[in-house]
């Protein structure tokens, strides 16, 4: 019997979960920006890409996407996914 080796999949532990905005302030240099209440690190956002479903069959689009920004602090959190979840029209 051939063994595998199991590597874990997703994201580490030990980081937070991006996006909760309450774990983010305004910065108080930059009254359009936000930084980290734990790090005072800069939120940085990652543009998340939505397909469109719109086409005439189930999970059918012309190609389109909707792109979201996601926020994130990048030494608390891991990065959101790009790929976000498609939007049925
Ligand atoms: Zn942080």
Redesign the pocket.
Known sequence: MKETTHVPVGPPAQL?APGNRD?YETNPEDPDGL???????QIMAVQVHHPIWDGPFPMSGSGRVHITLAPY?????YAPSERGSPIKC
Do not use: A, V
């Not at 602090?73 to 959190?77: A, L």
């Open positions: 937070r774990n930084i980290c209440k734990t790090c005072k690190s602090c990048p030494q608390c959190e």
